[in-house]
């Protein structure tokens, strides 16, 4: 372990990996500063760029782009109070209002600091619970393998918002598209038409950058322009926005910082722990942390309008929930959020398979991720100070010229995977599709779940049937896949369960 510890210092603090994380600081900045782009969508376009880069210095463009998009969707958040990803919705809450009063640099510095004090948190809490996840992981065979894809997959449930039945429409499509191909276990062709091309299945990649680059571009090109607070409000423009007077207050003081603490380290946990749930992120976490923070403080009527403390809840959770994010996906092979799916098919790419086999045989890479999440923060720390309201400006840029570029880097990137032309196709097509969930309110979560998890249901659960006594009882012997079928019971009907036992107790007590 320790040779592993030195291996990963000595890889990581080189120039080329800094300066390629350095650069994926700096275009996260941007796509997250940018109103309707999104973390998801920069690591979606930029993974084939990355291809051609050594493992360690592509994952850490990755993660710079990352780490530094969730934190700088704030910027136009609390100036303009227009979330610039889903995961800074809370902090147009309070953000705004702060910048509204002549203290914008200082809603600036709280974004910063308690969006890189957050993440460093959530990281933190990565180290200290991967390693002895991924060691109870080794215990699991096929069965407990199956049943974990299988809980994976009950989350579609959580993530298909209102729309539970489309939800699952979308998940099994998913899954039928995890089934293309030849069989890993038979070699069997299934559903490849006679195409050649359709033997290895589809590529996961090129899905990936049609749902969340294509179709999120032609989404906001479909919707009316942002808003141009300059001609709606001629006393709330931009520019004043970021003005103020030389005696505003422009950081938070130590003595402040530390009554926050509380707050601090409530949401922190609350985050990671959200984050760990498959199929939630940073606009979940961050909300929750803002409802209950707000129950438990002393100055509870404040937030909403314009509380130094919400601001610092919202921001500190949007980047602790990458924490359990991560946790999730190395330690399990379960995607946290959508960022984490298109992770999983980087480290694959790299021929790094995320789950307990990769502590176990490459835990020098584990430690050069850790690393390299923690120099993303430091970034975030040292450059948003310097540049967030810089970055705030290219809010003005046209939306139709970003959407294009957009869908330019789609089409290219998915080329240059394989140099494959069907992957273009299977990419156009795939941004159709999420172009048609986007505008029908359907999640495309289920169907990233699906399509990672498929593969891994099947083959174990396979795997499963062979092992005596080759019947359903194989998953309720073993204690792992029994507590795991619990938990699958309780994501799918625990809702359901204790409203029913909490309506018996009223009828009792009646």
Known sequence: ??????????????????????????????????????????????????????????????????????????????????????????????????????????????????????????????????FPIARFALRFGAPEYAMTALFGLSMIVAVSGKNISKGLMIGFFGLGLAMVGMDSMQGVKRYTFGLPILLDGFSFVPIMIGLFGIGEALKQLSESPIPNYKKVDKKSTQSDFIKETPEVKKRLTIKEMFAYKWAFFLTAIISVFIGAVPGTGGDIASLVSWTQCRNFSKEREKYGNGSEEALAVTCTANNASIGGAMTTMLSLGIPGDSV???????????????????????????????????????????LGNLSSRIFAKFTKLPRAWISTTIVLFSFVGSYAI????????????????????????????????????????????????????????????????FILIILIILSLFGRNIIDTILNSLKRNRR
């Open 1 to 130: 372990m320790p040779e592993a510890i030195h291996s990963a210092f000595s890889t990581v603090f080189t120039g080329p990996i800094l300066i390629y994380t350095f650069a994926g600081v700096i275009l996260g900045m941007f796509i997250g500063a940018m109103p309707g782009l999104s973390a998801t969508m920069g690591v979606a376009i930029l993974l084939p760029i990355t291809f051609w880069l050594e493992p360690r210095a592509g994952l850490g463009m990755l993660f710079g782009i990352y780490n530094s998009a969730i934190y700088a969707g704030g910027i136009s958040a609390v100036l303009l109070g227009i979330p610039g990803t889903p995961a800074s919705i809370a902090s147009t809450f309070d953000g705004p209002a702060i910048s509204k009063r002549g203290q914008p640099t200082l809603a600036l510095w709280i974004n910063t600091v308690y969006s890189a004090s957050g993440g460093i948190f959530g990281i933190i809490i990565l180290m200290a619970a991967s």
């Open 418 to 481: 394989q140099n494959s032309t069907f992957d273009v196709f299977v990419c156009f097509a795939a941004g159709l599709l999420g172009f048609t969930l986007a505008k029908a309110g359907i999640s495309s979560g289920p169907l990233v779940l699906a399509l990672i998890l498929g593969d891994m249901l099947e083959s174990n659960f396979v795997r499963s049937m062979m092992l005596p006594p080759g019947t359903y009882a194989t998953f309720f012997v073993r204690p792992i896949s």
């Open 340 to 382: 984490t799916a298109i992770l999983i098919g980087a480290l694959m790419m790299y021929n790094y398979t995320p789950g307990p086999l990769l502590f176990r045989d490459h835990a020098d890479m584990v430690y050069v991720i850790f690393l390299l999440l923690i120099i993303c923060n430091a970034m975030i720390l040292f």
